[in-house]
């Protein structure tokens, strides 16, 4: 996202606790500045300003496999970060925003009222993300026979 969305026009606005081991590695900000597209991203550690202006909310896992050791201290540090409605409408969020989650998704990410609402478009995401890896499967290993 931070080196695509910008190169294709659209502006991010990215949201994480100020601790700089959440912050995007120099090799990715190495990218991004070769390409020119540092000036369509927005750092913040405020959600609020994170969510301003925007069509889509996105979040991702807080605590990753090989991180469970951290569980508490992301839990803290994350905290106020979990997409809400509240959160969007206080932030500013685009009045249809949409919500999107790489999933596998947990409580404190994203509550029930978005995960499950109608601005979630998780479910779709998923299958588009099925196909987009069948595709390149096709690519890579040759074509598909189907019965």
Same mark, same amino acid.
């Given at each position: 996202m931070l080196v695509t969305y910008p190169r294709l026009g659209h502006k991010l606005r990215v949201g994480t606790p100020s601790n700089p081991k959440y912050h995007a590695p120099s090799a990715v900000w190495d990218k991004i500045k070769e390409v020119n597209c540092e000036k369509g991203i927005f750092w913040t550690d405020d959600p609020r300003e994170a969510v301003h202006g925007a069509d889509v909310v996105v979040t991702d896992t807080w605590i990753s496999m090989g991180q469970e050791h951290e569980k508490s201290q992301?839990? =803290?540090e994350?905290?106020?970060f979990q997409v809400t409605k509240k959160l969007? =409408? @206080?932030g500013g969020a685009n009045?249809?925003?949409k919500f999107l989650h790489c999933l596998s998704r947990k409580e404190h990410e994203v509550d #029930? @009222?978005?995960f499950h609402g109608p601005r979630s478009l998780v479910f779709p995401e998923a299958e588009n993300? =099925?196909?987009t890896i069948m595709a390149?499967? #096709?690519q890579i290993f040759g074509h598909w026979k189907l019965r």
């Open positions: 992301r839990l =803290k994350f905290n106020g969007c =409408k @206080e009045p249809n925003w #029930d @009222e978005v993300r =099925k196909w390149m499967f #096709d």
